[in-house]
């Protein structure tokens, strides 16, 4: 059994995950955003590497369908519908809408995973369900990789935490004796051991964290660190996030 964790998706190439399972996160605050996207009745989710691309998708689309959503530099992208907020998702907003999204760090991690099968989004607000739907492909294919979106092409330590923290569900105990880790699994566990198993605790201690507070997106801290809040675990399937009961 073989758990492989890659701190940022810098570097990782196709064939690393090709037909493997890997569990996304990028708790600040990309699929954070859109668990509660989906969960409060979006369609999908689009991800776009750059703002042009966005545009350029929406314009595709539907145009009372569709909201773009993203930011650059925690702030909501000018001209654009939504930031990157969980708290803007409310089902008034986002019931029935195609969301194209394009985040600083959070939509080129899943946009990097789009080889592996299958290519799970987690988040602390759906950590249970996503912890189980991993073990499931975990058990299957007898490896997983947990792909961190980081920060600004660099490692981050609230994503690095969670990591741990998927980790070890998937690994309880004594099992890591005979499971395969590479080191930067390793180090997500040692997160864990330094932290503990208060979210909170390690996600403000976080860069992100700090900078989200002194951006004055604290609520948004709150919200992706509460627990149990969905029970849903969206999928990444030709370029779409969505939930694998919708089309």
């Not at 992100?208 to 604290?218: D, E, I, S």
Request: proline residues 4%.
């Amino acid at each position: 059994m073989k758990i492989t964790v890659f701190f940022t998706p810098l570097g990782l190439k196709p064939q690393d995950i090709a037909g493997t399972p890997v569990l996304v996160i990028d708790v600040l605050r990309t699929t954070t955003t859109i668990v509660a996207a989906l969960a409060n009745g979006a369609r999908c989710v689009v991800p776009a590497a750059t703002a042009e691309d966005a545009l350029r998708l929406a314009q595709s689309l539907e145009k009372d369908a569709v909201l773009l959503c993203g930011e650059r530099k925690m702030e909501r992208i000018p001209g654009f519908a939504l930031g990157n907020s969980p708290g803007e998702m409310t089902a008034d907003v986002v019931r029935g809408k195609t969301l194209v999204m394009t985040t600083t760090n959070g939509t080129a991690a899943i946009a990097a995973a789009e080889h592996g099968q299958p290519v799970l989004i987690g988040a602390i607000t759906n950590f249970s369900a996503a912890a189980a739907a991993a073990r499931r492909a975990f058990e299957e294919h007898g490896e997983l990789t947990i792909l961190c979106s980081g920060r600004e092409r660099s490692f981050a330590l609230e994503d690095a935490y969670a990591a741990g923290r998927f980790a070890q569900e998937l690994i309880p105990g004594q099992q890591r004796r005979s499971a395969e880790l590479n080191d930067a699994a390793i180090a997500a566990l040692e997160l864990v051991r330094r932290y503990g198993d208060k979210w909170k605790r390690a996600i403000s201690a976080s860069a992100a964290g700090h900078a989200l507070k002194a951006a004055g997106f604290r609520k948004d801290i709150l919200a992706a660190t509460e627990t149990e809040v969905h029970a849903i675990v969206p999928h990444y399937v030709d370029r779409l996030v969505t939930l694998p009961d919708r089309s």
